[in-house]
C-alpha cells in the first residue's frame, strides 16, 4: 500500500491526479484507410527516460477500441484487449528518447521505429507518444 501512495504522490507531482493517470492526455492516432487501425503509447517524459503509462488501440477513425493503464514497461510482453478479433502483445519499449517499439497483432509483427513526437501537456508535464498502422 506504501508503494501505492508513492506512485500516487509521483504522479501528483508531475502534475496528472489519479483521475487523469487512467486517461491518456493525447491522442497517438492519425486517422487511416478501411482495415487499418492505430496502436500509440504515451508515456510521462523524466530527464532522458519515457515512463510508459499508457498503451491504446484505435480504429481508423482515432476511436479508441482497447487499451492499457500504468506502469507496464517492466512487465513485457504484454496483451492488450480490444474490440478487434485478435489480441495484440506488446514485446518491447524503449526506455529512452531513442523511439522503439515491437508488437504483434496476429500474423503482423512490427519491431522497428514508430512515428513519435512530444507534447507539453495544460500541467506542464511533457508526453512522449509513439503510434504505428497495423492491418486489422
Known sequence: ???????????????????????????????????????????????????????????RNCQEIGGINGVFINHL?????SSLPKVLTLGGLSYTSYNWMAFR??????NGTPHCKRTTISSGSVIHTCQKAFSC
Open 1 to 59: 500500500m506504501k508503494l501505492l501512495s508513492i506512485f500516487i504522490a509521483f504522479l501528483s507531482f508531475l502534475g496528472l491526479t489519479a483521475a487523469q493517470g487512467s486517461q491518456m492526455p493525447v491522442v497517438a492516432c492519425s486517422p487511416t484507410g478501411a482495415g487499418v487501425c492505430n496502436f500509440g503509447v504515451a508515456g510521462l517524459v523524466s530527464g532522458d527516460s519515457v515512463i510508459w503509462n499508457w498503451a491504446r488501440i484505435y480504429n
Open 77 to 81: 510482453p504484454v496483451d492488450i484487449t
Open 105 to 110: 497483432y496476429g500474423d503482423y509483427l512490427f
